[in-house]
């Protein structure tokens, strides 16, 4: 069942060339998948990045950085918006938090998702860019702004609220697939996972029990292969 998905996600039906994408890339595993696949599908990329206040900021841009050497996107962006830290209510924002088994529904940063989408979106309208590429994932059950319905929402959105004569289209690739499938789908387009970063505590040796953290390891185990990037001895 996978390895159909994969295939069909992964390559896609059509190699769209020499028209623009902007890449929502966070440095994380989803993200850096989700802009292999606009890579395949013969997109140029432009990477937007967001510094909303993450306590792991300094790590996630390091992973983009090393992503963007690795991709050679057309433009890489980096944008401010500290302002939902001053909002609040998430642990990612307090490193005196630490996330865990126990305290999953802390991770989520209210409508973030949403807010992130609606800045690709204007940039892509600036770009007169064809796609917004997004790491959102089926595997993913603690962000309402994470869903196939959310995707499909947004979608009119950005089709009712822009000038463009043609529509943005909101790529998702690994919304029907979960971790196990986007590390199948990154191994076929060759991600280079150890410049990723997927832990919401630490920025030196991942910390191993945060959503992110265990449904990565489990993914990598499922295979009996090991995560390049370093964790904590659990």
Known sequence: MHEKLISDVGKGPEVERNKRAVCLISGGLDSAVATAVAKSRG????????????????????????????????????????????????????????????????EYVPFRNTILLSAATAWAEVLGADAIFVGSSGGDHICPDNSPAFIRAFQEVAIQGTLLKKDIKI??????????????LGEELGVPFELTWSCHNNTEAACGHCSNCVARRDAFDSFHTADPIPYQQM
Request: a negative charge.
């Open 43 to 106: 997109f140029d990329l432009y990477f937007l990045f967001v510094d909303y206040g993450q306590k792991t900021l300094e790590r996630e841009r390091d992973c983009v950085a090393k992503l963007a050497e690795h991709y050679k996107p057309t433009e890489v962006r980096s944008l401010n918006m500290r302002w939902l830290k001053d909002i609040g209510q998430s642990a990612l924002f307090d490193p005196e938090t630490p996330l865990n088994e126990g305290n999953f529904l802390l």
């Open 171 to 184: 790529e998702a690739p690994l919304m029907e697939t979960d971790k196990r499938g986007t590390v199948i």
